[in-house]
């Protein structure tokens, strides 16, 4: 048998007892990321073989946590894809205007830039005071640095160029106050923002969100779990609520693609269509028997 | 054309090609898809550096330089014959086992997001001895790991001949790691590339 076989045989049973002894479920993460991701902690692990880490992880929870926080580590930036900003702000605020309260979903918040992205256009666009927030993420690493909202001074340069791109109405600089290498984050900016430990492989749904930012997550899974995920937003969005993906990320093969308008194709700007028809069932989670294996 | 001649591993038979191209590679890059038949029997996945502010692989899908079909690769798409597929700017592109693409916004490599090592890793990993691998002109030496995995398991490495890449260093970083089964200007590339569509390993 082939080494990359061996290896293809090591991830699956790591794959498995994270899952068993741990209840992290990765089971239908997209592999050629994952293997990456696994050789990477693999590395900084200091083990040799991904079978000895698995060793490790079964019977250390340490080993164990530090793994998972490796094999979610996500980059992101404030303001990537300024176009994508102008877009929400032009196409989706307008209307989140028209409700006196109104709650936003940022799933697989990672280390928080985004959300804090959106709540600058929000409290740009005068909405602020009227949104409540979740930030969700499963590493609780990536958590506490979004909860902290510090982020090293040299990448300002780089998001201060993507605010003004954005359409940035004000001083960036007035969003962070600087501190030897760090920006803090204003933390005005954080009154209305909840972060909380949540998956979105294995967890439940939000009620009556009229915004999901979910963008450059769903790459990362398969077809399956996309479509467990899309199943629990269409159940999380208030109707005429909107979905944010990535820029390469589409509802296009998805099964509850046909509940969304297109708003803005390019930007991959979705909005929930009022129900018609019969109430969707839903499919079977990863909690149910039915959940393939 | 001698450098055929002189080593008959395009006849081995091989199901997918990766190409790789930074600095200076937009050229080297369009004298080899201009050489591709429109009914090329093998994939042609394409990882090209491009500056942040540049417009990308775009050009090429305007162009209509080729007779090949060009387009972006996109999440989950399967790989088929008679395509070239690029890199979306900004994400990783790689393979997998079922033979489709996965995009990733994974850290940087070698200070490259999409980066060839990336790439031509995962897709030896599915493809193994059946690769192709193409390095051509750049600036860093993103692509050398890649060329390298992909020797190991018995695929064939292919260079750009540093002599006559606008940007040499490149290829020569692949030279260090690799001992190439050809060394080649991109006119020979082409030809070979041709070569080894006409021998190609139905799958």
């Known amino acids: ?293 | 054309m001698n450098f055929l001649e002189s080593s008959n591993r395009w006849s081995d038979g091989y199901a997918a090609v990766v190409i790789g191209a930074s600095a200076g590679g937009t050229a080297p890059l369009s004298a080899i898809l201009q050489a591709l038949p429109a009914n090329y029997s093998l994939p042609v996945i394409v990882v090209q550096h491009l500056h942040p502010q540049q417009e990308g692989p775009a050009i090429f899908y305007k162009s209509k330089c080729c007779q090949i079909n060009l387009k972006e690769a996109a999440e989950k798409e399967a790989l088929l014959a008679g395509w070239v597929y690029f890199a979306p700017p900004n994400y990783h592109l790689l393979v997998e086992d079922d033979r489709s693409f996965a995009l990733s916004v994974d850290p940087k490599v070698n200070y490259s997001r999409p980066s060839i090592d990336v790439l031509f890793e995962s897709a030896s990993e599915v493809y193994g001895a059946l690769l192709v691998g193409v390095v051509l002109s750049g600036a860093n030496d993103d692509g050398a790991n890649g060329l390298k995995a992909i020797q190991e398991r018995g695929g064939l490495a292919v260079v750009q001949d540093p002599a006559s890449a606008e940007m040499p260093y490149m290829p020569q970083a692949a030279l260090a790691v690799v001992q190439a089964d050809y060394t080649l200007l991109p006119e020979q590339i082409g030809a070979l590339l041709c070569k080894i569509g006409e021998h190609a390993r139905k799958v």
């Open chain 1, 1 to 293: 048998m082939k080494n990359d076989e061996i290896e293809r045989i090591e991830v699956e049973l790591l794959v498995d007892a994270l899952h068993r002894r741990y209840g992290y479920d990765f089971r239908h993460y997209a592999r050629a990321s994952l293997r990456r991701r696994l050789r990477h902690a693999l590395a900084k692990s200091g083990y040799k073989r991904l079978s000895e880490l698995l060793d490790a992880l079964l019977w250390d929870e340490n080993v164990a946590h530090t793994l998972i926080a490796n094999l979610s580590v996500t980059v992101t930036e404030m303001f990537r894809d300024p176009s994508f900003y102008q877009a929400v702000r032009k196409k989706i605020l307008p209307y989140l205007g028209t409700y006196p309260f109104f709650k936003v979903w940022v799933a697989g918040c990672a280390t928080g830039e985004e959300v804090y992205s959106l709540a600058i256009l929000l409290y740009e666009e005068g909405l602020y005071e009227r949104a409540k927030l979740f930030a969700t993420d499963f590493n609780e690493t990536a958590l506490k640095q979004a909860k902290d909202g510090i982020y090293p001074l040299k990448d300002m340069r780089q998001h201060t160029s993507s605010y003004q791109k954005a359409g940035g109405q004000g001083s960036f600089s007035d969003y962070y106050h600087a501190d030897y290498q760090s920006a803090i984050i204003n933390p005005a900016l954080k009154t209305n923002i909840t972060f909380a430990n949540h998956n979105l492989a294995t967890d439940g749904i939000f009620s009556d969100v009229q915004l999901i930012f979910c963008r450059n997550v769903l790459i990362y899974f398969d077809r399956v779990l996309q479509n467990w995920v899309l199943n629990n937003f269409t159940q999380s969005l208030g109707n005429g609520g909107f979905l944010c993906l990535g820029n390469k990320e589409s509802l296009d093969a998805l099964e509850r693609r046909g509940e969304y308008a297109a708003i803005d194709a390019v930007e991959r700007i979705y909005q929930k269509r009022p129900a018609t028809g019969p109430l969707q069932t839903s499919t079977p989670g990863p909690k149910s028997a039915g959940w393939p294996a």
